[in-house]
């Protein structure tokens, strides 16, 4: 059973930095573009950040460039998020996803996303 499990969320101020982890299981993952979206209060899920499978090629949305990076562990079959100078706009529910056998770089649409985790939870209090 493919599984995606994340980790690392919560309270923080802003200004301050959290780092997700989304641990992957059932298969592995290392032929798989991953991402990272989030959900806000009130509003659609939005991409946030994704990698390729070997790590060569990243990208992220406008919001968090420059704040937010992206990288993986193939050997743990692992991804992580970390997110620096949080906001309060920050504020969601962060998804991990694994878009399957993606041989070239990397999708920012959700449809493109095979697996979904559950989610973690990320405040940022002004």
């Known amino acids: 059973q493919v599984q995606l499990v994340e980790s690392g969320g919560g309270l923080v101020q802003a200004g301050g930095s959290l780092r997700l982890t989304c641990a992957a299981s059932?298969?592995?993952?290392?032929?798989?573009?991953m991402g990272w979206f989030r959900q806000a209060p009130g509003k659609e899920r939005e991409f946030v950040a994704a990698?390729?499978?070997?790590?060569?090629?990243?990208g992220y949305a406008d919001s968090v460039k420059g704040r937010f990076t992206i990288d993986r562990d193939n050997a743990k079959n692992t991804v992580y998020l970390q997110m620096n100078s949080l906001k309060p706009q920050d504020t969601a529910i962060y998804y991990c996803?694994?878009?399957?056998?993606?041989?070239?770089?990397?999708?920012?649409?959700?449809?493109?996303?095979?697996?979904w985790g559950q989610g973690t939870p990320v405040t940022v209090s002004s």
């Open positions: 059932g298969r592995t993952f290392s032929r798989d573009a």
């Open positions: 990698i390729s499978w070997r790590g060569g090629s990243t």
């Open positions: 996803a694994a878009d399957y056998d993606r041989a070239i770089g990397f999708s920012i649409e959700e449809y493109e996303y095979d697996h």
